[in-house]
Nanobody, 119 residues
């Protein structure tokens, strides 16, 4: 059974930093492109960043490019999201899952981790 456990969220002031973690089990982590998603109140879930399985190439949403860094540790089956220069509009629940949405739907979504950026 696939498990995706997000952690590391919290309350931070604008301009601050947080590091999110995604601990995974139940599948061969190193073989899958993985992504971070977020969902703000009243909005649809959106893709934030993706890291590919081969060579670890990355993609970012324009809204976070230059501020967020996605990484992965294939030995620990864990993915990370380093978030710097946080803005109030980054406030959301952050989720990790497969990059391919059919796979993400089959695996299901974890509880996510709440990130709140506020002074």
């Amino acid at each position: 059974q696939v498990q995706l456990v997000e952690s590391g969220g919290g309350l931070v002031q604008p301009g601050g930093s947080l590091r999110l973690s995604c601990a995974t089990s139940g599948f061969t982590f190193r073989m899958y492109a993985m992504s971070w998603y977020r969902q703000a109140p009243g909005k649809e879930r959106e893709l934030v960043a993706t890291i590919f399985s081969a060579r670890g190439g990355t993609n970012y949403a324009d809204s976070v490019k230059g501020r967020f860094t996605i990484s992965r540790d294939n030995f620990r089956n864990t993915m990370y999201l380093q978030m710097n220069s946080l803005k109030p509009e980054d406030t959301a629940v952050y989720y990790c899952n497969a990059d391919r949405l059919p796979i993400a739907a089959r695996w299901g979504w974890g509880q996510g981790t709440q990130v709140t950026v506020s002074s």
